[in-house]
């Protein structure tokens, strides 16, 4: 197994767990994506969605575990090498002159990560808690009153559409770079891909922030 | 009235000069200040030159820089520039950067590349033997010359041939290297092993390469590289970084496939 070691303690072996577990993080954000947007069907919709993943709990919480290691090797990884490349290059130059030769998205990939990071400790502690272990509201549909309670809280909201902001920026550099981690990089296609990369971004980014914009101007 | 063009006197650009001094590897080091007239024509290495003359003759130490060709192909006379390695223009040596794409009255930092890999000697000199060893773990074919084969012996495609010639171009300056906010020094290993992993004579020791020379430039104090493409922005020779993707590629696979087995 040294073979094995040797390339999980590797740089190049570190960033590629980062591309693999950054690859399906990003699957799960999708699958994410489509359940959220059940809210705009109607709180029925929205409910009976959410009554289909009762009924397969056991299942879902084995994706929750395999979930959570894939979020712990990312960021487990993502810190180990952030604190290499810190002592790698200690003193910085007179002028800075990174805006010229590298964009805003790369340099920041772990601010926003660790922003991510405690979006997602407050997300856990306040849907997923109030999901599955919280009281539910005496209401026709309680998961979508959850919902709607929540994002009718406008500092809570706020919170949240910025966060969306920064994980459009992680998406928009990530997308490519994975690519790139793989090895894969071709005149033919790197450009497609980095357009397919903002686009994934923005998409994630608008579509996700859009729930509290729509509660906050006041959706039913 | 006679005009006689080639008499006047040239139109000097002055330029207030930032350059950093460190006395040794050890020591704290900090930037003089020069204001320093100079000739629109002459490369920075050319100023500084005579900012060392005018030092040598009041006394003076004066400033240690390297260079020798001069002309963009030894890779020895890195400077980084207001925060540019190689200075603000594209696909350059420092000695290659002439003054009159200064405007009169600029101040320019003068300072040596910065990496925890690449140690500051004096002044503006740096050690880049981490570089050195890198090359040295793989950056080579091992095969009995012989008498020279027959020029249609190995068929190389015009394509490879012509990537891996690009991929040779690189001079080990370590720009790459200064640019990176990580310090990674990717652009330069994967150029060096593109370069043999694109033609015939390098499969044999490939997968071997690849990895020995990945690991030299762990242990060397070169940080992870994270995509930012701050290099190939910088380098001097306009090295892609497409090396870089063919380099993992080469990495992954030679983890996968690689006969070679260490126990
Ligand atoms: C939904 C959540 C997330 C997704 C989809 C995601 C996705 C990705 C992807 C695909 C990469 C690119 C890998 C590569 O460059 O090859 C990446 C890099 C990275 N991520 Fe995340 N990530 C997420 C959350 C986080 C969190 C919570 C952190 C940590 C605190 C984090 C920190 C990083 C860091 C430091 C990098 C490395 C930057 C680089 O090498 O360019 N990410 N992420
Ligand atoms: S890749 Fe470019 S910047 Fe890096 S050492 Fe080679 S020539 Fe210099
Ligand atoms: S002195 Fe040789 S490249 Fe500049």
Redesign the interface.
């Known amino acids: 197994m040294r073979w094995f070691t040797d390339f999980t303690n590797s740089s190049l072996g570190k960033k590629f767990i980062m591309a693999l577990t950054g690859i399906l993080l990003m699957m799960f954000l999708i699958v994410h994506f489509i359940g959220n947007m059940m809210l705009y069907f109607g709180p029925a919709a929205f409910q009976k969605y959410v009554e289909t993943l009762e009924v397969v709990k056991p299942l879902v919480r084995v994706i929750e575990i395999i979930l959570a290691l894939i979020f712990i090797f990312h960021i487990y990884n993502g810190v180990r090498l952030w604190w290499i490349n810190k002592k790698a290059n200690p003193e910085k130059y007179a002028v800075d002159a990174s805006r010229e030769n590298s964009d805003v998205f790369s340099r920041s990939m772990a601010i926003t990560g660790s922003i991510i990071f405690i979006f997602l400790a407050v997300h856990l502690s306040t849907f997923w808690y109030s999901f599955n272990f919280g009281t539910h509201p005496e209401t026709e549909y309680p998961f979508y009153t959850i919902v709607s309670d929540w994002f009718r809280i406008p500092y809570y909201s706020i919170i949240y559409i910025i966060s969306m902001g920064f994980l459009g920026f992680h998406l928009n550099h990530a997308f490519q770079s994975a690519f790139q981690t793989f090895g894969l990089n071709h005149k033919k296609y790197t450009p497609l891909i980095k357009i397919v990369g903002t686009i994934f971004a923005l998409i994630m980014a608008l579509g996700f922030a859009s729930i509290p914009i729509y509660f906050l101007m006041g959706g039913k | 009235m006679s005009s006689n063009h080639t008499c006047q006197p040239e139109r000097l650009v002055t330029l207030k000069l930032?350059i950093w001094r460190q006395e040794n590897k050890n020591a704290k080091g900090h930037?003089d200040e020069f204001n320093q007239k100079v000739s629109p024509d002459s490369s920075i290495l050319e100023m500084l030159d005579e900012v060392n003359n005018k030092l040598e003759a009041e006394g003076k130490t004066p400033i240690a820089f390297e260079s020798d060709c001069r002309e963009g192909i030894c890779g020895t006379c890195g400077l980084?520039v207001?925060?540019?390695p190689h200075g603000?223009l594209p696909k350059i040596a420092t000695c290659q950067l002439h003054m009159r794409n200064f405007k009169d009255g600029e101040t320019l930092?003068i300072?040596p590349f910065?990496?925890?890999?690449f140690p500051v000697i004096k002044d503006l000199i740096i050690d880049r033997t981490g570089f050195d060893k890198i090359q040295q773990a793989g950056g080579y074919t091992s095969f009995n010359t012989g008498s020279a084969p027959d020029a249609s012996a190995i068929l190389i495609s015009k394509k490879s041939a012509d990537l891996s010639l690009d991929a040779a171009e690189c001079i080990g300056c370590g720009a790459c290297v200064a640019?990176?906010?990580?310090?990674?020094a990717m652009l330069f290993v994967s150029a060096k092993v593109s370069q043999f992993a694109l033609l015939p004579q390098g499969q044999p020791e490939r997968y071997d390469r690849v990895q020995a020379m990945?690991?030299v430039?762990?242990e060397n104090?070169?940080?992870?590289?994270?995509?930012?493409?701050?290099c190939e922005?910088?380098c001097p020779k306009g090295i892609s970084?497409?090396n870089?993707?063919?380099?993992?590629?080469?990495?992954?696979m030679a983890?996968l496939v690689n006969e070679k087995?260490?126990?």
């Open positions: 930032k930037f980084a207001n925060g540019h603000p930092y300072e910065r990496a925890a890999a640019a990176c906010k990580n310090s990674s990945v690991k430039m762990d104090a070169f940080g992870s590289c994270t995509n930012t493409y701050a922005a910088e970084v497409s870089i993707a063919r380099m993992n590629r080469d990495y992954f983890k087995v260490e126990v």
